[in-house]
């Protein structure tokens, strides 16, 4: 059988979650299929009023959407946000975002396990974004989270990897899918998360402001694919002290 | 009556629907709460707005 992303008891073939935030309307059919996406994640906000584009008509309809609580600043906002988003009729997912500190957008890790406590109650498929912490992590899970969202860096500053040790010890202890969620910047890190062992990737400022936005959502896909083939492929080992020769050190041309 | 923060002008015994279509709103891609509950769908032919409402329509937009 193929190896399949399961979160929730819903198949994913990828293991790229694109957030859609900071593109053009126009380019975010181009980014879901360059990327080879399967769940993009949207916000909500208030609709203007008098006719307006929409971005669900940019998204390919076979698309699974993953609505965020961006806005949030405490686990009520969270869940009011929800159910609104589910009223929409989009489906059940969601990402529990419950930032209140405006300077490095760091989520608040207690009232994101209230929200998904709540939220899992009510049937919702819930993917909390959370600092890496492995009694949060725990919590988490207790209170129904289908997966874990650990990010990475700050929000939008594509700085890489820097939570990278507390990731693995995730990935050592916490049972449902690990998906590494803000601040990757480049395809390489994506890549070198996916190799510890982490179930997927979620991504968006990367890919938004890289120069040529479409190319860079394929340099994503295929980062993220090949760091999964990495890890079910088995890391060779790591020699510290010494070299080891290709070939053996004998039956040269010349004595 | 308020929706989204600004003052609107409403029709007497205008329904959630009406409300919306008549300003160009697209129902199917929306989410209505009214004076801090949600709406469900199924009512909007039926919820009369009056001026005292507050509304918050959303939709989805990009976002990480």
Do not use: W
């Not at chain 1, 971005?55 to 806005?71: A, C, E, R, V």
């Not at chain 1, 480049?186 to 991504?203: K, L, T």
């Not at chain 2, 409403?10 to 989410?31: C, E, H, I, P, R």
Request: net charge negative; glycine share 10%.
């Amino acid at each position: 059988m193929a190896d399949q992303l399961i979160i929730g008891g819903h198949r994913f073939t990828s293991r790229f979650i694109l957030g859609s935030g900071k593109f053009s309307l126009e380019i975010v059919e181009a980014v879901v299929e360059n990327g080879g996406a399967e769940m993009v994640t949207l916000a909500l906000r208030r609709a203007n009023l008098g006719g307006e584009e929409n971005i669900l008509d940019y998204i390919p309809k076979q698309i699974t959407l993953l609505p965020n609580t961006s806005g949030a600043r405490t686990a009520e906002e969270a869940v009011k946000i929800a159910r609104l988003a589910r009223e929409i009729n989009c489906g059940n997912f969601i990402k529990v975002e419950v930032i209140r500190d405006s300077k490095y957008l760091f989520p608040d890790n207690y009232e994101t396990i209230k929200a998904t406590e709540i939220l899992a109650g009510e049937g919702f498929i819930v993917m909390p974004y959370m600092y890496p912490d492995l009694n949060v992590a725990r919590d988490l899970v207790s209170a129904g989270a289908a997966a874990v969202m650990p990010l990475a860096s700050p929000i939008g500053s594509n700085k890489g990897l820097s939570t990278r040790d507390f990731i693995e010890i995730l990935v050592n202890e916490i049972t449902v899918p690990i998906i590494v969620d803000a601040g990757i910047g480049r395809p390489s890190q994506a890549c070198e998360a996916m190799e510890m062992g982490v179930d997927a990737i979620m991504c968006n400022t990367a890919v938004a402001t890289a120069k040529n936005v479409p190319l860079m959502a394929r340099a994503f896909g295929q980062a993220i694919e090949s760091g999964r083939n990495a890890y079910l492929a088995g890391l060779g080992r790591v020699l510290t002290e010494a070299g080891e020769a290709s070939s053996p050190l004998t039956g040269f041309l010349e004595d | 009556m308020r929706v989204n923060g600004k003052e609107v002008s409403l029709d007497n015994n205008q329904s959630l629907m009406q409300f919306l279509v008549a300003n160009q709103f697209d129902v199917a891609t929306l989410a209505v709460a009214r004076n801090g509950e949600i709406v469900p769908k199924a009512n909007y032919d039926t919820v009369i707005l009056c001026e005292a409402d507050s509304l918050e329509v959303v939709r989805f937009v990009g976002g990480g």
